[in-house]
């Protein structure tokens, strides 16, 4: 399915109702929500993501209580057993774990080919899921939640420092009373300027960062921003970003902690102090 859709189907909402008969209430805030139904065990999902019709599958994680940090390690390694479906750690589905791919048919399909669809899809989610006890194998004995582990260092600019300082009045904004819609556009402008700039870098592997004693194990209110280097503030830039696709709460976290305000207000005096700037 190529076209770009502004609505879900209506023949894939009635093959999904017949499918799965209970349906369940969505607790996300702002639109659109997805179609949820209640499996018991399992909470199953039609969303229309970026265009595209999306089947979730969501069930509960194999660990009681566990940081921010090491649910998304853990994530991140669930989603390495299971190429080719998108794993993420999401709220709003009734179960964090969620599993999604992407449905096929034409809008004006019938009823029975979405049906089709669903059920040919479904047995490759729970396949992917049915692998969590195998991703969390281990994961416990891999030291405690803060590791003694160096960050790497990277090279900054003075131009980087610059950028990322002038995303502060964001952030400050960003922590006021805004809808979803409003935040979504500063995460937007946050990744799209860091981005331009080459200060994100999606192609370098960042997850294991978050077992570092200075990242808190994803606990952002311990970290200590106002003592980073340029190298170890862009360093967090990249976990956040690439951390919050196995784990969507981090970036959101990050914003209503305050860290993010906190990541550019240390830039900008990082900046201050660096011989010959401005230009």
């Known amino acids: 399915m190529n076209e770009s ?3 879900l189907p209506p023949n894939a909402l009635a093959a999904f109702a017949r499918l799965f008969s209970k349906e369940k209430r969505s607790w996300r805030h702002g639109l659109p929500r997805p179609r949820l139904a209640d499996l018991g065990h399992a909470t199953a999902g039609l969303e229309l993501r970026a265009g595209k019709v999306a089947l979730h ?3 509960d994680c194999p660990f009681e209580e566990i940081s921010p940090g090491y649910l998304t390690i853990f994530v991140h390694r669930l ?3 299971c190429p080719g ?3 993420a750690y999401r709220t709003g589905y009734g179960h964090p774990i969620v599993a999604t791919l992407w449905l096929e048919p034409a809008p004006d399909e019938s009823e029975e080919v979405w049906a089709d669809a669903i059920r040919a ?7 992917a899921l049915f692998k969590q006890p195998e991703a969390a194998h281990g994961l416990s004995e891999d030291g405690p939640l ?8 990277v090279e900054v600019l003075p131009d980087q420092l610059h950028i990322i300082g002038s995303l502060a009045d964001d952030f400050v904004k960003a922590n006021a009373d805004l809808d979803e819609e409003a935040l979504r556009c500063h995460q937007n402008r946050f990744v799209r300027r860091t981005r331009s700039f080459e200060i994100l870098q999606p192609e370098l592997p960042w997850i294991d960062c978050l077992r570092h004693d200075d990242l808190r194990s994803g606990f952002w209110d311990g970290v200590q921003v106002e003592q980073f280097t340029a190298s170890q503030l862009v360093v967090l830039i ?3 970003h690439q951390g919050n696709v196995y784990n969507t709460t981090l970036f959101d976290r990050a914003r209503s902690s305050g860290l993010l305000a906190k990541i550019c207000a240390r830039a900008r005096e990082l900046l201050k102090a660096t011989p010959g700037w401005p230009y």
Do not use: F, K, M, Y
């Open 121 to 127: 899809t479904l047995p490759r989610l729970e396949a």
């Open 5 to 7: 859709l502004d609505t």
């Open 238 to 240: 990249n976990v956040l």
């Open 146 to 153: 803060g590791w003694s582990r160096q960050l790497p260092e």
């Open 79 to 81: 989603s390495h057993l």
């Open 57 to 59: 599958l969501a069930e």
């Open 85 to 87: 479906v998108e794993i």
